[in-house]
């Protein structure tokens, strides 16, 4: 007869096994952050979820404190600036940015991150306005051009058009 324990030990160990099956199904996405200057900042990985992305970002050798950051709706990062990243990801026109403003439309908006003195931060965000790959009203991240995510150079005040105040583009992620 087979133990008590050899029986949750198997089972254990099987869910182990599959773990990896159940993450690839969900979906992921990710990439290295880069600076103005080329140089890695850090990394970002989008998992896909039943009604939006998991965001995990972890970030080095950025200036401390708050910092905007929006998903893109164009996979390329060309330093220095990032303009080829696009405008924010957005399924419709015009785009009205901003968390806390009652008209607000902007696909591609985020809660603002927070970097420490050391210019390391790692955080989780959720997002319920986009998809990673999935067709249908919330746009998908993994579309025919891709997508990415940047970091701006100041916090996001969720209200002001068209960024929020963020200003520059000081790090940016290809999604793959």
Known sequence: MI???LMLMTGFMYGIATLPAFAAAAGSA?????GADGGSRGTVQV???????????????LPPGWHGVHFHEKGDCTAPKFTTA??????????????????????????NIFIGPDGA?????????VSLSEAGRRPALLDSDGSSLVIHASPDDYRTQPIGGAGDRIACAVLH
């Open 3 to 5: 133990s008590v324990r």
């Open 30 to 34: 990710s990439g290295e952050l880069i």
């Open 47 to 61: 998992t896909g979820a039943p009604k939006g992305v998991l965001v995990r970002i972890m970030t080095k050798g």
């Open 86 to 111: 696009g405008g924010h990801v957005h399924t419709a026109k015009p785009v009205v940015h901003g968390l806390m403003h009652a008209e607000a439309n902007d696909d591609g908006d985020l809660p």
């Open 121 to 129: 931060g790692t955080v989780e965000l959720y997002s319920t306005l």
